[in-house]
């Protein structure tokens, strides 16, 4: 599979250790910075990139996932959702894990760089890269109701205020 990878300043360290570890599970990497550190850098544009790159892949039929890093995970988790057809999902535990990609077939997963260890972090992959969507129809309607909204502002029948 490949894997596509984006942090800032706080999770440089954690996403080179992560890197490696994915690409000794065979996995492809795409690293999508940055590259050296400075305090001072943006995360939008590099989770945005990264984000941007698993949806190119999944419409050109590549089997591909995302994991974006920062402090919290929360700003990186923002900008990697800016990305239409993108459903990332902050991941704090092994179940947020199992579910970002159970009940809601989540693409791209956000970590919290200096929220968990670098073991805790490799589990919280590992497990979300293995765990398949569970094809459940409550949890299929629910992503397809996301995807309408995205495409069309609205949920039809559903009662979406403007």
């Not at 999508?32 to 790159?53: E, K, M």
Request: with cysteine; net charge negative; charged share 25%.
């Amino acid at each position: 599979m490949r894997i596509h990878i984006a942090t800032d300043h706080a999770g440089l360290d954690l996403s080179q250790k992560i890197q490696a570890h994915l690409r000794e599970q065979g996995h492809e990497v795409v690293d999508h910075g940055p590259t050296a550190y400075d305090a001072l850098d943006d995360y939008p544009a590099f989770c945005i990139n990264a984000a941007q790159a698993v949806v190119n892949d999944q419409q050109a039929g590549t089997e591909s996932l995302g994991v974006v890093f920062g402090g919290s995970g929360n700003g990186e988790q923002i900008a990697a959702n800016k990305v239409k057809g993108i459903r990332a999902a902050l991941v704090w535990n092994d179940s947020t894990a199992l579910l970002a990609r159970q009940h809601n077939d989540a693409n791209v997963i956000s970590i919290g760089a200096r929220q968990h260890t670098e073991d805790e972090a490799i589990r919280f992959i590992d497990l979300f890269v293995a765990e398949p969507f569970s094809n459940e129809e409550r949890h299929a309607r629910r992503i397809a109701q996301l995807a309408e909204y995205e495409a069309t502002g609205d949920i039809a029948g559903k009662g979406v205020d403007h």
